[in-house]
Nanobody
Framework: QVHLVESGGGSVQAGGSLRLSCAAS????????MGWFRRAPGKEREVVATIYGGSVTYYGDSVKGRFTISQDNVKNTVHLQMSGLEPEDTAMYFCAAGRSLVRGYCLSPVLDYWGLGTQVTVSS
């Protein structure tokens, strides 16, 4: 079993920055995928960014060039550096982890573990 705990959410004005962190504990040795997803009120959950094997990254179109995902393998932690935040980025952000058999593929079907989420609110 794997336990994920997110931190770093909060309120910020448009154009500002936040850094989210997700600490994984438990049976982490089997994990090779970690990622961030978000759900805004009234919208479906969408992928923000994922990282495979600690290095292969994927970004959702809406955050490319503004967000950066990174992983600290020693601390079993994944970070999401968010810059140039926009009101449209307001959402609950969830960390997820799993094991993928396909290099670079870290989407929902292979993500078995999810955190409870951290709220990000961007005001205009």
């Amino acid at each position: 079993q794997v336990h994920l705990v997110e931190s770093g959410g909060g309120s910020v004005q448009a154009g500002g920055s936040l850094r989210l962190s997700c600490a994984a504990s438990g049976d982490t040795i089997r994990l090779n995928c970690m990622g961030w997803f978000r759900r805004a009120p009234g919208k479906e959950r969408e992928v923000v960014a994922t990282i495979y094997g600690g290095s292969v990254t994927y970004y959702g179109d809406s955050v490319k060039g503004r967000f950066t995902i990174s992983q600290d393998n020693v601390k079993n932690t994944v970070h999401l550096q968010m810059s140039g935040l926009e009101p449209e980025d307001t959402a609950m952000y969830f960390c997820a982890a799993g094991r993928s058999l396909v290099r670079g593929y870290c989407l929902s079907p292979v993500l078995d573990y999810w955190g409870l989420g951290t709220q990000v609110t961007v005001s205009s």
